[in-house]
């Protein structure tokens, strides 16, 4: 051995030092001298190697043999794959280089080098599978799966799923992006996709629209998350149309409304019931007194009667709000007076403590006041059922920036029970209609919170741990606009002169309407539809006394009605005042008058002091208190 290592003295340190295993043997397979890796690898001295041979370590049952031996016959060198086998009788896979010397001392003998490249051929394998795995899964996929490259969104590759549910061939689409194909149908959900992409380094079954060839549009459920292919950053994106499941649980909500409709109808009766019962029996106390000379506790009764106003009212206004109506008429408050009154008024006479924490520094918010008191109101009595036993209620509000993935300036409104706390099975459910697990519940209080928050443009959560009670989020988007001062209805009163023309179907509300206007100072003409508004007005301006101010009901039935009329009117006459009156608060025209032509709306039922608060911000200033 020593005289063999000592003929290649320029290669012992490589020899020696090698990772990979070498051999030196003759053409007729003996070893001559086998490295320190060689022995490693095969889990055998050298003695035991050099015992052995060459053809007593590989597997001669291998064809790869035969095709070693007759490649080194014919050009004296071999490169390739053979099986080799260790001590305790392992196998292994081993890459094989070989190369004989033609001349010199060494002439004839060989040169053997081999590396063991089982954990290699692992993970190709692996590699292999995973790549066959994802080719199936690609191809086979009902989804949409799609990568698009990330530093311009164009599409590298889509497989036959996305041809079914898009309509778009492959060569369509690749090289192009979606907003060149114009499939995002909204700005803003793209915004979303692309923020929570980037703030989660994922998007797991976001809900999108979009518009697919021949403008078809689709409500898809899609996930993406980023990877790399080729050393590109990409996205990968995963499609499911669910716009047929939508239309099913759309059908199954409606079919749910359906046959709640007999238990919502009774609790409606039930409670209607109640109020005209108080009604009619306050009306009919104030006629007896007045008939026995006791005009002093006529008055008393009257005001209870009108007391009972603001209840029905407020029922009605939440069925429109829970319906798809109910459109919000905004102007810019002050939260944190707003919900301490409406929670301080839900907690009256219950055995909850309230505890606020409402700093003044909350900014304000463009809200429809009344839907936001009802949505505190709602949410305030839900706590109270919470805690039949008593407790305290902690009202709180503060201003955020960034709430569940969206950025903007927000005011969030807490309310939080010491209750029982929900179910987490029920979490999801609470804020869908008719979802109650109290047993004389209609499960309108929350899903009519869900409704107004979202008509404002917010939104409303709960966390809960079962045992530790809940808190309920309110979100509404800040206003950048200042405080609107409004005058006080109870404070107010308007004084005016002129001529006034209220047109209504309703006989009472134009007997009634009459009353309330002349008590101001006006002249009064009444009228039932708009044909007959226009000739009056324009018979009034020909005799040279135009009427100051118009009072135009929306819906007339069978007849022009308000929007008509107003459109006619501002054709000739740009300086009259018009206002509309509409008992659905979801019109359009109640949220935003101005942009119909008129100067302000009054919803039904409505009260003189209402009608005088809208005169006086509008035709005047109110100024003296009302003591009529």
């Known amino acids: 051995m ?20 070498i051999m030196i043997t003759t053409t007729d397979g003996r070893i001559l001298a086998a490295n320190p890796a060689a022995c490693r690898i095969l889990g055998r001295d050298e003695e035991d190697i050099r015992r052995l041979g060459r053809w007593g370590l590989v597997d001669r049952d291998d064809p790869a043999v035969a095709q070693a031996l007759e490649t080194r016959a014919r050009t004296g060198s071999f490169e390739g794959e053979l099986t080799f086998h260790r001590k305790n009788g392992e196998s292994f896979p081993a890459e094989v280089s070989t190369a004989t010397f033609a ?12 590396r063991d490249i089982t954990e290699r051929k692992r993970i190709a394998e692996s590699l292999r599978l995973s790549e066959e ?3 199936r899964l690609f191809y086979m996929s009902p989804d949409g799966i799609t990568v698009t490259r990330r530093s311009d969104g164009r599409y590298q590759e889509v497989n036959p799923g996305f041809t079914l549910t898009s309509g778009y061939e492959p060569d369509e689409v690749l090289g192009h992006t979606p907003i060149e194909l114009g499939i995002w149908t909204s700005a803003e959900q793209r915004e979303r996709f692309v923020l929570e992409l980037e703030v989660k380094g994922q998007v797991l079954n976001g809900e999108f629209d979009f518009r697919f060839k021949g403008g078809r549009i689709r409500t898809c459920l899609v996930s993406a998350r980023p990877l790399e292919i080729g050393g590109v950053p990409c996205i990968l994106s995963t499609t499911r149309d669910i716009t047929e499941r939508k239309h099913m649980e759309e059908a199954l909500l409606r079919t749910q409304k359906l046959e709640s409709v007999g238990l919502l109808a009774g609790g409606i009766a039930h409670d209607f019931n109640n109020m005209l019962g108080g009604l009619m029996g306050f009306l009919e106390l104030a006629k007896e007194m007045d008939r026995q000379g006791h005009h002093e506790r006529v008055s008393g009764y009257l ?11 407020g029922l009605t206004h939440q069925l429109l709000t829970f319906s798809k109506g109910g459109n919000p008429i905004r102007r810019t408050l002050a939260l944190g007076p707003l919900v301490r009154t409406s929670a301080t008024f839900a907690l009256s006479g219950s055995n909850v403590v309230g505890e606020f924490h409402l700093p003044d520094q909350l900014w ?24 039949p036993l008593g407790g305290v209620l902690t009202v709180g509000a503060r201003n955020v920036t960034q709430v569940m993935g969206r950025i903007g300036r927000f005011v969030e409104v807490t309310v939080t029970d010491q209750g029982p706390g929900i179910q987490s099975e029920n979490l999801n459910k609470i804020f869908d209609p008719f979802f109650t697990t109290k047993p004389a519940g209609r499960g309108l209080g929350l899903a009519t919170v869900f409704s107004i928050l979202r008509k404002h443009g917010g939104w409303v959560d709960v966390t809960s741990v079962p045992g530790s009670g809940a808190t309920f989020h309110l979100y509404l988007p800040a206003s950048t606009d200042p405080l609107t001062t409004a005058a006080s209805a109870a404070e107010c009163v308007h004084r005016g002169e002129g001529l006034f023309l209220v047109m209504d179907d309703n006989e009472a509300i134009l007997e009634v309407s009459t009353e309330w206007l002349m008590s101001m100072g006006y002249q009064v003409h009444t009228c039932r539809d708009g044909d007959e508004a226009v000739r009056l007005i324009a018979r009034a301006n020909q005799q040279g006394h135009p009427y100051r101010a118009a009072l135009l009901d929306l819906t007339v039935p069978g007849k022009q009605g308000g929007l008509e009329t107003a459109r006619l009117l501002r054709n000739s006459d740009h300086s009259l005042v018009l206002f509309a009156s509409s008992g659905y608060s979801e019109d359009p025209i109640v949220a935003n008058p101005g942009d119909f032509g008129f100067m302000g709306t009054m919803v039904k039922p409505f009260q003189k002091k209402d009608l005088c608060v809208l005169l006086s911000s509008v035709l005047s200033s109110c100024d003296t208190p009302d003591n009529s």
């Open 103 to 114: 001349d010199g001392a060494q002439a004839g003998k060989t040169v053997m080098i081999f």
């Open 2 to 21: 020593t005289s063999t290592r000592a003929s290649f003295p320029e290669y012992q340190a490589l020899f020696a030092a090698s990772l990979d295993a």
């Open 133 to 135: 795995k994802f080719g």
């Open 364 to 387: 304000p918010c463009d809200c429809d006041e009344t839907q936001i008191s009802q949505a505190v109101d709602n949410v305030v009595l839900n706590a109270i059922q919470a805690m």
């Open 303 to 313: 005001e209870k009667a009108l007391g009972i106003f603001p209840k029905a009212r």
